[in-house]
């Protein structure tokens, strides 16, 4: 891997590379301040422009494919969901050092909730409840395949190469046998619905310890609605996880899916980023920790 980056054909993507292509292809933003978000993502860069807006460049082929799905598909999203969503400003083109499309969004403001240090997890558990609710009740034909449009049982072999890979960072047996545990569980598929599929501490933001706005729709699309349930373990505390599968009504299926789900995205994302992005890697740990305790 590359001294300083996650993926090996990963671009190098820095402050005067955007400002170039914004001076190049949105010269009416070229005058405006610009900074680089701290963030833990793993697909894109992002850079905040002037007060309200960022851009944000992939930095895998995976995401930029991402790009025209987000500009279909989130301005009809918007008025159908209770918290804010990215709003695309502009789709940039591919030039010298960007090899693919790029975008600008509006910014939102609002922090990411930290891991076990959740004010209000209660009403947090409410919050996200309502935002997976909405988004499940959605009716938009035509929508494309979610990223974690599989079923449970696909990623199998993947889940278990990962549990044996990390034996000695996390409890392979106990990985193993809730890992078994989540299959029984995925006998009875549900229906496709819209589902946002990563939702993560990262793509979540929050103001005054509510849930304010969800962001990073990459993985948007029709999928089983049990991956929705990940921030359960990924966001929740256990005290509060009751009132987020009360809210949505999840059959004890659904939630041995979803627990799955976060387990087997967790054991991949500690196995591909323990060394390149620990705060990626921390999370993980984090939600084998409530799997297994859970």
């Known amino acids: 891997m590359p001294p300083g980056k996650m993926h090996a054909d990963e671009p190098t993507v820095d402050t005067a ?32 422009l002037g007060e309200d807006m960022v851009v944000r460049l992939p930095l895998v082929a995976g995401a ?22 990215p709003a695309p400003l502009g789709k940039g083109m591919p030039a010298e050092g960007c090899p693919w499309h790029w975008s600008v969004y509006r ?35 035509g929508g494309p395949p979610s990223y974690r449009s599989e079923p449970l049982p696909a990623r199998d072999a993947g889940t278990r190469a990962a549990i044996e890979a990390l034996r000695g960072i996390v409890d392979g047996d106990a990985a193993t046998a809730a890992w078994n545990d989540a299959l029984r569980g995925a006998a009875r598929p549900a229906p496709a619905v819209w589902i946002h599929g990563d939702l993560q501490p990262g793509n979540l933001l929050l103001a005054q310890d509510r849930l304010s706005a969800v962001i990073d729709f990459g993985c948007l699309g029709l ?22 599968r009360g809210a949505l009504d999840v059959d004890d299926d659904t939630w041995a899916r979803g627990r799955g789900w976060a387990l087997s995205i967790a054991l991949d994302e500690l196995r591909h980023y323990r060394e390149t992005n620990p705060v990626m890697a921390g999370i993980a740990r984090h939600v084998v920790r409530e799997v297994l305790g859970d």
């Open 64 to 85: 930029a494919a991402d790009v025209e799905k987000e500009h279909h598909w989130l301005p009809l999203l918007a008025s159908r969901l209770p918290f804010a969503i």
């Open 223 to 244: 999928g089983d609605p049990a991956v929705d349930l990940i921030p359960a373990w990924y966001v929740l505390p256990a005290e509060a996880r009751g009132v987020f």
């Open 107 to 141: 910014w939102l403001a609002g922090a990411n909730p930290v891991v076990a240090r959740i004010a209000e997890p209660r009403l947090l558990a409410a919050d996200l409840a309502a935002f997976v609710a909405a988004l499940r009740r959605t009716e938009l034909p």
């Open 17 to 48: 590379l955007v400002r170039r292509l914004i001076a190049a292809q949105f010269p009416r933003w070229a005058g405006l301040p610009l900074a680089s978000v701290d963030s833990a993502g793993t697909a894109n860069a992002m850079y905040r």
